[in-house]
């Protein structure tokens, strides 16, 4: 039996830390937040993500212990037999002038519940921007303490996309009729052409309808020239035309993600050796899916 450090408690995390308890090993999983669940807590709040509210179940059958609001530092970690690093990604901050304007926000405190006006624009549209443009259009300013999203509602879900029950229409197909969207929303891309080309095949075109049915407007093509209290100042194309302002209460960057791995070179200098797993390994196109097949994976050698 060794003694495992694991530092984060997201997806990579989660799996390395349940893994490496069933194998026998003592375990303690560090995070420096109030929570568990790194991505998946930010995933669990998007609409038609729910399911990422399970991955508690496991810890607590198996009895993982957790310290959380406990940032590991090299000391702490310097007693265990092995240690993995899953410290996961940091929201990346693009280079616009006034990006430190008050009214922006990055996607994680958009999701986390900072407060988010009317009128919002949403800068990057890869998973998460669309993911964040479809919390933002569903999810109420100041929503009741009973609410939730129509995806887990089955007769507003099927309101929304136009189903019905067999017996009573023909086909099972009815008019769609979506809620009205809670925010108008603008989703902004640097390159040309249309918006979200590169999401899943098999779900892309679910995001892309469900933004379609919230007139999300979405515009490509985009030079972002810098935020003021006027709001969002855009151009076009290589000649920078067609100048817009759009009068925003908020920014939400989804810009892509950057490495957290500030404890890696300093445990090496201590003779350690950590594993690097997960978005800490890899912060480009996150993936749930890779992040616990790592974490198991290494947890299943150790």
Known sequence: ?????????????????????????????????????????????????????????????????IRLHSRAGIEELSGFHEVV??????????????????????????????????????????????????????????????YRTPSIILEDWKAEWGAANPHEVRGALTAPAPAPA?????????????????????????????????????????????????GLHISFGHDRCGRRVLALDNVVICAGQNSVRDLDEGLRRRGLHPYVIGGAARAAELDAKRAIRQGTELAARL
Do not use: C
């Open 85 to 146: 690093l899953a410290t996961g990604v940091v929201p990346r901050i693009p280079d616009i002038p006034g990006i430190d304007h008050p009214m922006v926000l990055s996607y994680a405190e958009a999701i986390s519940g900072r407060p988010v006006g009317k009128t919002v624009a949403v800068v990057g549209v890869g998973g998460i921007g669309f993911d964040v443009s479809a919390f933002l259009v569903t999810t109420p300013a100041e929503p009741a303490d009973d």
């Open 182 to 230: 809670a925010r108008e929303v603008y989703l902004l891309q640097r390159t040309r052409g249309p918006q979200g080309t590169r999401l899943g095949k098999t779900s892309g075109w679910v995001h892309r309808a469900s933004l379609k049915a919230k007139a999300v407007q979405q515009l490509s093509g985009v030079n972002y020239e810098r935020i003021d209290d006027d």
């Open 1 to 65: 039996m060794k003694r495992v450090a694991v530092v984060g408690a997201g997806p990579a995390g989660l799996a390395a830390a349940v893994t490496a308890t069933q194998r026998g090993h003592r375990l303690t999983l560090f995070e420096a937040g109030e929570t568990i669940g790194g991505q998946f807590d930010l995933a669990r709040r998007i609409p038609g993500k729910e399911e990422f509210r399970a991955y508690t179940t496991m810890l607590d059958r198996h009895g993982v212990e």
